[in-house]
């Protein structure tokens, strides 16, 4: 049972629009505690796709955002392709200064 | 470039321990934090526990207090994780990851390989 709740799937057709929300509580998001987001493709290592809840690094493309709100924080993927069918994972802390993560989203393009 | 490199692959019986190094390259070694985040096959990702580099202070998951130890040798700019009693459990993917950030929480920027632990009888 991880500390942050995400849907254990979503889906959507080449073009269209997802969204992966990440559900914490009072203790870790809701305490002010920035949300990251990580991209894992199928056999590879986890990368950083979105920082401090909003921003992006270099490289990612302008088609995924973040956004945070109480205790939840969502990850937005614009015009779906191909290659950003993989496992998506949020992360924040807890009040004790601990990282935790999200059970983790597949995401399928259908 | 920053790159973590990780040791390779490990089979080992129950009951034993194992460790696993972590060198880094690309930046300053001791002003950063190292973390230690493990997948377990077909699950996602469990934080275990991190270390500054710089004064060795570290933090650990409380699943993974008195099993698990974080070093690190700043002459070498690796980082080092053991643990022992091991379990059929503990087969996972184990990565280490840098931190970035501070204050509101840092995230982890760049990731080692990772490091495939089997632990079997």
């Known amino acids: 049972q991880s500390v942050l709740t995400q849907p254990p799937s979503v889906s959507g057709a080449p073009g269209q629009s997802v969204t992966i929300s990440c559900t914490g509580s009072s203790s870790n998001i809701g305490a002010g505690y920035h949300v990251h987001w990580y991209q894992q493709l199928p056999g590879s290592v986890p990368k950083l796709l979105i920082y401090g809840n909003t921003n992006r690094p270099s490289g990612v493309p302008d088609r995924f955002s973040g956004s945070k709100s109480g205790t939840s924080a969502s990850l937005a993927i614009t015009g779906l392709q191909a290659e950003d069918e993989a496992d998506y994972y949020c992360?924040?802390?807890?009040?004790?200064?601990?990282?935790?993560f999200g059970g983790g989203t597949k995401l399928t393009v259908l | 470039q920053i790159q973590l490199v990780q040791s390779g692959a490990e089979v080992k019986k129950p009951g034993a321990s194992v460790r696993v190094s972590c060198k880094a390259s690309g930046y300053t070694f001791a002003s950063y934090v190292i973390n230690w985040v493990r997948q377990a096959p077909g699950q996602g990702l469990e934080w275990m526990g991190r270390?500054?580099?710089?004064?060795?202070?570290?933090a650990y998951a409380e699943k993974m207090q008195g099993r698990f130890t974080m070093t690190a040798d700043t002459s070498t700019s690796t980082a080092y994780m053991e643990l022992r009693s091991l379990r059929s459990d503990d087969t996972a993917m184990y990565f280490c990851?840098?931190?970035?950030?501070?204050?509101?929480?840092?995230?982890?920027?760049?990731w080692g390989q990772g490091t495939l632990l089997t632990v079997s009888s």
């Open positions: 270390m500054s580099a710089h004064n060795g202070h570290t």
């Open positions: 992360q924040s802390h807890d009040s004790s200064l601990s990282a935790v």
């Open positions: 990851a840098r931190g970035y950030g501070a204050g509101s929480g840092p995230y982890f920027d760049y």
